[in-house]
Nanobody, 117 residues
Framework: QLQASGGGLVQAGGSLRLSCAAS????????MGWFRQAPGKEREFVAQ????????TYADSVKGRFTISRDRAKNTVDLQMNSLKVEDTAAYYC????????????WGQGTLVTVSS
């Protein structure tokens, strides 16, 4: 089970930190990710991190502004979002997949991020 939190309203240029708590299984060899879906648009990849080594990957649109991290003791994955832009407005979803899986198979509920100009 994945539980996302931390969304809210922020002005452009501001920061927010999202958190995703995972429960019900060990995450060894898993990959945790964040996706987002803006109104009227398809869901898109934002960032992911390997649970074992903490290796991050980012979408070009957030590179240099967002940082994904994981806390193995707490079983959480955070997304620190800085220099937010109006176009970052979306519902953000955390997701998980086994390292060998081609697609993400586990999804949390969305948390809404609204960036005002």
């Amino acid at each position: 089970q994945l539980q996302a939190s931390g969304g809210g309203l922020v002005q452009a240029g501001g920061s927010l930190r999202l958190s995703c708590a995972a429960s019900g299984r060990t995450l060894t060899n898993w990959i945790m990710g964040w996706f987002r879906q803006a109104p009227g648009k398809e869901r898109e990849f934002v960032a992911q991190i390997t649970w074992n080594l903490g290796t991050p990957t980012y979408a070009d649109s957030v590179k240099g502004r967002f940082t994904i991290s994981r806390d193995r003791a707490k079983n959480t994955v955070d997304l620190q979002m800085n220099s937010l832009k109006v176009e970052d407005t979306a519902a953000y979803y955390c997701a998980a997949k086994a390292g060998s899986a081609r697609q993400y198979g586990y999804w949390g509920q969305g948390t809404l991020v609204t960036v005002s100009s």
